[in-house]
């Protein structure tokens, strides 16, 4: 159910994200298309890590780092 709704809003929020850039978008095109999902995919390992049974600090902290360097990424793009 997730996948069926995370997968379109890429594209969607791919194409107003680089809208927002303007013209002159450079080098950050790139990196404003592959934020959200990347940001996804930190969402995907955290909940692994917090339903495995084994817990590790390290795998919290990467996968929150996964989510947050590219949400704060974006926000600073659109702001």
Do not use: H, K, N
């Amino acid at each position: 159910m997730i996948v069926v709704v995370a997968i379109p809003t890429v594209a969607c929020f791919g194409y107003y994200s680089l809208d927002g850039l303007g013209e002159d978008q450079g080098v950050w095109g790139l990196a404003v298309i592959l934020a959200y999902p990347t940001a996804l995919i930190g969402f995907i390992g955290l909940a692994m890590a917090l339903l495995s049974p084994r817990s590790s600090r390290l795998r919290y902290g990467l996968w929150m780092l996964c989510i947050l360097v590219p949400v704060i990424f974006l926000l600073w793009v659109r702001a």
